[in-house]
Structure formats: C-alpha cells, structure tokens
C-alpha cells in the first residue's frame, strides 16, 4: 500500500492541494509541507519515502518563493520523521513484533501525539516567518492567490487517498476484518487510485512496485525474526532480568532512570538506524519500564520520538542525506541547522508526553480498553 501510493504523483498532489489553500497564512508554505508530509507519511509508512515524494517538489518551490535553504530543507527533513511515529509505522510494526505488544494499539497511541508534533512543527513554522524569515512574508504578500478552481480542482485526486485510510483504520478497529484483511484490501484499493487518477497500470509499472514492496516486506520479515531470536537468548540468559534490576538498583528515582534510558536511545539514534535500536534495545529497556510502572504503550511513544530524532542528526541521519540527494547545493550543516529547531520540538514533545501520558494512553484504552495488568 505505501509502496504504491510512494510510486504515484499523491504526494505532489498533497502538497499543491494543501499550498494553495494555506496561500494566505504566515509560513503556510512551510505548513503546508508538514501536512503533506503528515497525510503522506500515513500513507505510506515510511520515512525516506515521505522526505523524498514531498522534499522533490516543496523544497525547489521554498526555495523560489524567498524561504532560506535551513528552513526549506529542514522543514522537509524534520517532516518526514513523521512517518515513523503515525499509524500505519514501519518501526511500530517491528517495535510491536520485537516486544510482543498489541501493533493496532501502539497504532492507536500514535495518532494523537503524531498529530500534535506536526502542529508543534508548523507553531516553529508560524514563529520563524513572523520573527525571522521577513523576506518570505514579504513575497507572500507579492504572490498572485490561486483562484477558487483551481483550489478545488486538485482535490478529486487527494480525497479518495485520504479515504483510504480512514475506511482502512476504520474496519481494523472496528472490528470489521483483521489487520491481514484491511491492508489487502487497502493494497488493492490503492492500486485501484493509482491505476483511475494517474493512469499508472502498465505491467512493468505495476512490477516495479510489488519488487519494491516485496524486498522491504522480506528485509522486516528477517528483523523481526532475528528480534525473536535476540529476545529469547537474552531472556534465557537472563540478560534482560539482571540489566532491569541492575538498573532499578542504581537509583531510587524512576524518573532519573527514564531520564538515563532516554539518553541511552538519542545516543544509539545518532548511529543507528530505527529499526536496529528497536532489534537490540526493545527487548532489554522494556521490562526495565514495566517494572518501574511505566506504561509500555506511552514508552514505545517516547522511544520512536527519540528515533525521529536520530533520523536528523548525524552521522547517520538518514533523512539529512535523502534531503542532501534531492538538494546537492546546499551544504550538509545548512540543512543540519534548519533541522535542529524540530529536534527541540521533538525534544519539547516528549516532556508534554511525560507530564500528560493521557495523550498517548486515553486512544488505545477509549477504543479497545485498558490492557490487562496496567
């Protein structure tokens, strides 16, 4: 499903549909690159993906209409963390498969605080173009508005997309079909979208497509059977055991030790990929938090925020380099520096996600009830 919609024009038809209706608002260009880069990252599960669908066409039209490079690129490379953390997540699949964690309610506790960091991320937006960037403002007031159709003429091409995904959440936690069922059928149906808006129903087309999904399905069906196996031998070694205890034993105070394992995970983010950190730390960290009476939902929340944010910081921020493919004229410090305002909201979100654990909990319990021994 992602894979197709990845494969399609849907992230430039987000993008212009969501600029020429946020024309008129301060920064609504760079707003309108965080929601395009939010609905995309629904669709399509994956990071790298959003940040080169959305950073293709929104940086080069940042860039003309007066925005500097930092917050054209940043705003791509920061927006498209946001695949990580809303449903439906690469990395909340291998988190839940690692851990043994119910994969529709992590789904589920990451939607709110999802939405909340992109509105965190176009609040940074509203501020820099009021207070800072006064040349963009400046060209906004210049710029021709669009008119009213062609304001409503991309739309046919966005709602049947969006609607996707609410028919497809709606028959998983609905209780309509399983989650095998909803994304076959929600599969089928992109390919359906793709095929009657975009004419993209050539066999080669269509082959690139399933090749793609089918090495990414294969690269995560191998993680996650290595995570079992990982799990198992630390757990039969009583590895996890004696490091939780260990860990309980060093302070008295469990938010110094949530403090510690926050640290611990920035520092692997900045030299591992998501997916790894979750593989050889989920199964260790995690029953460090249940024993100090942590909610293991909101901890596998704050756990993927600290993995978006090693998505943006080197050496290894995979996003800063897509952004650098897409931009070779601007240097890998200029975007690093248009990216490092995100980090603090991500930064900024945790700590709202400490003081109000609601956000992430009150989803998943509304919906499908508390879990059994929380």
């Given at each position: 499903?992602?894979?197709?919609?990845?494969n399609?024009?849907?992230?430039?038809?987000?993008?212009?549909?969501?600029?020429?209706?946020?024309?008129?608002?301060?920064g609504?260009?760079?707003?309108?690159?965080?929601?395009?880069?939010?609905i995309?990252?629904?669709?399509?599960?994956s990071?790298?993906?959003?940040?080169a669908?959305?950073?293709?066409?929104?940086?080069?039209?940042?860039?003309?209409?007066?925005?500097?490079?930092?917050?054209?690129?940043?705003?791509?490379?920061?927006?498209?963390?946001?695949?990580?953390?809303?449903?439906?997540?690469?990395?909340?699949?291998?988190y839940?498969?690692?851990?043994?964690?119910?994969?529709?309610?992590?789904?589920?506790a990451?939607?709110?605080?999802?939405?909340m960091?992109?509105?965190?991320?176009?609040?940074?937006?509203?501020?820099?173009?009021?207070?800072?960037d006064?040349?963009?403002?400046?060209?906004?007031?210049?710029?021709?508005?669009?008119?009213?159709?062609?304001?409503f003429?991309?739309?046919?091409?966005?709602?049947?997309?969006?609607?996707?995904?609410?028919?497809?959440?709606?028959?998983?936690?609905?209780?309509v079909?399983?989650?095998?069922?909803?994304?076959?059928?929600?599969?089928?149906?992109?390919?359906?979208?793709?095929?009657?808006?975009?004419?993209?129903?050539?066999?080669?087309?269509?082959?690139?497509i399933?090749?793609?999904?089918?090495?990414?399905?294969?690269m995560?069906?191998?993680?996650?059977?290595?995570?079992?196996?990982?799990?198992?031998?630390?757990?039969?070694?009583?590895?996890?055991?004696?490091?939780?205890?260990?860990?309980?034993?060093?302070?008295?105070?469990?938010w110094?030790?949530?403090?510690?394992?926050?640290?611990?995970?920035?520092?692997?983010?900045?030299?591992l990929p998501?997916?790894?950190?979750?593989?050889?730390?989920?199964a260790?960290?995690l029953?460090?938090?249940?024993?100090?009476?942590?909610?293991?939902?909101?901890?596998?929340?704050?756990f993927?925020?600290?993995?978006?944010?090693?998505?943006?910081?080197?050496?290894?921020?995979?996003?800063?380099?897509?952004?650098k493919?897409?931009?070779?004229?601007?240097?890998?410090?200029?975007?690093?520096?248009?990216?490092?305002?995100?980090?603090?909201?991500?930064?900024?979100s945790?700590?709202i996600?400490?003081?109000?654990?609601?956000?992430?909990?009150?989803?998943?319990?509304?919906?499908?009830?508390?879990?059994?021994?929380?």
């Amino acid at each position: 499903m992602g894979m197709a919609v990845a494969n399609s024009p849907a992230g430039k038809d987000l993008y212009t549909g969501l600029d020429r209706w946020l024309w008129r608002v301060p920064g609504g260009l760079v707003i309108s690159n965080i929601g395009a880069c939010s609905i995309f990252a629904a669709l399509s599960g994956s990071s790298p993906a959003t940040c080169a669908a959305i950073g293709t066409m929104g940086i080069p039209e940042m860039r003309k209409r007066g925005y500097s490079d930092q917050i054209a690129t940043g705003t791509i490379a920061a927006g498209g963390t946001l695949g990580v953390l809303i449903p439906p997540s690469i990395v909340l699949i291998v988190y839940g498969m690692a851990t043994g964690t119910s994969i529709g309610r992590l789904f589920l506790a990451g939607i709110v605080p999802g939405f909340m960091l992109a509105s965190l991320f176009a609040v940074w937006a509203l501020i820099h173009s009021y207070f800072i960037d006064k040349n963009a403002a400046k060209l906004l007031r210049n710029r021709k508005p669009p008119t009213l159709r062609e304001k409503f003429e991309v739309l046919p091409r966005i709602f049947p997309f969006l609607a996707i995904i609410v028919g497809v959440l709606y028959v998983l936690y609905g209780g309509v079909a399983t989650p095998s069922e909803a994304s076959g059928v929600g599969a089928f149906l992109v390919f359906v979208m793709i095929a009657v808006v975009y004419k993209i129903y050539q066999p080669k087309k269509i082959w690139n497509i399933v090749k793609v999904s089918m090495k990414e399905s294969v690269m995560i069906m191998f993680i996650i059977a290595a995570s079992y196996l990982f799990a198992f031998t630390l757990s039969q070694l009583y590895v996890t055991q004696s490091l939780a205890q260990s860990m309980i034993e060093l302070s008295s105070n469990k938010w110094l030790i949530f403090l510690m394992v926050n640290v611990f995970l920035l520092i692997a983010g900045f030299f591992l990929p998501p997916v790894a950190v979750i593989v050889m730390t989920s199964a260790i960290l995690l029953p460090v938090i249940t024993t100090l009476g942590f909610d293991p939902y909101w901890f596998a929340i704050v756990f993927t925020i600290n993995m978006e944010i090693g998505l943006i910081t080197p050496p290894v921020g995979l996003n800063l380099y897509i952004i650098k493919g897409i931009t070779p004229d601007v240097s890998l410090s200029t975007i690093l520096r248009g990216s490092f305002p995100f980090m603090m909201m991500m930064v900024l979100s945790i700590f709202i996600l400490c003081v109000f654990p609601e956000i992430v909990t009150w989803l998943p319990d509304k919906l499908m009830g508390k879990p059994l021994g929380y």
